[in-house]
Nanobody, 118 residues
Framework: QVQLVESGGGLVQPGESLRLSCAASGSIISFRTMGWHRQAPGKEREFVAA?????ADTVSVKDRFTISRDNARKTVYLQMNSLKPDATAVYYC??????????????WGQGTQVTVSS
């Protein structure tokens, strides 16, 4: 069984930074991509960033957000700098990976709350 566990969320003031982590575990054979989505109160879930596991290609829709990965730890990070209140949301880790006896599928974590407020 595959699990994605996020950590690093919390309450920060505007202008501060935060780094989210997401560790994948279980009977994983290989990854294609890992990434982050978020859902703010009253809004639809939206894409934030993604990283290709083999080529280190990254995509981010937020200029102050940087995604990176640690292959050995099966972990993806989201560095968020100069946070603004509109970054307040639940951040979800995502992964497209292949597990034992399964083809490539999408997986989601439970989410971690990020609140930016003074």
């Amino acid at each position: 069984q595959v699990q994605l566990v996020e950590s690093g969320g919390g309450l920060v003031q505007p202008g501060e930074s935060l780094r989210l982590s997401c560790a994948a575990s279980g009977s994983i054979i290989s990854f294609r991509t890992m990434g982050w989505h978020r859902q703010a109160p009253g809004k639809e879930r939206e894409f934030v960033a993604a990283i290709n596991w083999s080529g280190a290609d990254t995509v981010s829709v937020k200029d102050r957000f940087t995604i990176s990965r640690d292959n050995a730890r099966k972990t993806v990070y989201l560095q968020m700098n100069s946070l603004k209140p509109d970054a307040t949301a639940v951040y979800y880790c995502t992964a497209n990976l292949r597990a034992v006896n399964l083809g490539y599928q999408d997986y989601w974590g439970q989410g971690t709350q990020v609140t930016v407020s003074s």
